[in-house]
């Protein structure tokens, strides 16, 4: 599987995601800087956490608007695959490749533990490693991680079984409506998600619940 990693101003998590990705596919992940044009031919995009550009005027708000964009949105549209984690989701939401938006946590605090997510789409190409309802755990660390979406998105996500991941059990770490974690786009080549899979694949992490995303990733390239 080839893999493209962005890197932007202010992100903090792309060191923990291109050795996740190199720990489970075996390959080391390209590069791709903000204002680079062009991206080269992978099999998936991933926009890792972080405050890109210091989280100015909205989370994400100006990653959204930065020359890689143009070439995400380009390759997403081909079909490529595209993970957006934490400031990643983030980021895709303000480039519109996802529906909805997140807010400020409920808590009017930065949250940083551990949560519980049930796995609510097991057929996506993001989590086939997993079973349907399957609960893991998973990191946060976040300000901005309350997803929000009207009604009538709120209804499309669940009657198109867009809604990749829930918090479960209590453990909704931001307030998020319908305790939603983690969303794809209808066309199930986009993925975003606040939680850190890549904090959680390796038992030197105290467990491996999250690389069961980057293993379901690998049958990307087969598929």
């Known amino acids: 599987m080839k893999t493209a990693v962005i890197l932007l101003p202010g992100l903090n998590r792309d060191r923990d995601m291109i050795a996740a990705i190199?720990?489970?596919?075996?390959?080391?992940?390209?590069?791709?800087?903000?204002?680079?044009?062009?991206i080269p031919d992978v099999d998936l995009i991933?926009?890792?956490?972080?405050?890109?550009?210091?989280?100015y005027l909205r989370c994400g708000a100006i990653?959204?608007?930065?020359?890689?964009?143009?070439?995400?949105?380009?390759?997403?549209?081909?079909?490529?695959?595209v993970m957006g984690v934490c400031n990643g989701f983030q980021i895709l939401l303000e480039?519109?490749?996802?529906?909805?938006?997140?807010?400020?946590?409920?808590?009017?605090?930065f949250v940083c533990k551990e949560v519980e997510l049930e796995v609510v789409n097991?057929?996506?190409?993001?989590?086939?490693?997993?079973?349907?309802?399957?609960?893991?755990?998973?990191?946060?660390?976040?300000?901005?991680?309350?997803y929000f979406a009207d009604a009538k998105t709120l209804?499309?996500?669940?009657?198109?079984?867009?809604?990749?991941?829930?918090?479960?059990?209590g453990t909704n770490p931001n307030?998020?409506?319908d305790d939603i974690a983690g969303i794809i786009n209808k066309k199930g080549n986009v993925l975003g998600m606040m939680p850190h899979p890549e904090n959680l694949i390796e038992s030197a992490h105290g467990g491996t619940d999250g690389r069961g995303l980057f293993e379901s990733a690998l049958n990307i390239a087969a598929a």
């Open 122 to 146: 097991a057929k996506t190409a993001f989590t086939s490693a997993y079973t349907k309802d399957q609960i893991i755990r998973c990191p946060v660390a976040h300000h901005d991680g309350n």
């Open 95 to 109: 480039a519109g490749l996802l529906p909805g938006a997140l807010m400020r946590n409920a808590s009017l605090k």
């Open 155 to 169: 209804k499309a996500l669940q009657d198109g079984d867009q809604i990749a991941f829930r918090y479960a059990n």
């Open 175 to 177: 307030g998020s409506i």
């Open 22 to 38: 190199k720990k489970v596919s075996g390959q080391e992940p390209v590069t791709v800087w903000q204002t680079d044009t062009d």
């Open 63 to 81: 990653a959204a608007r930065m020359p890689f964009m143009k070439a995400l949105k380009a390759k997403a549209d081909k079909g490529v695959h």
């Open 46 to 55: 991933v926009v890792p956490g972080g405050f890109s550009y210091g989280d």
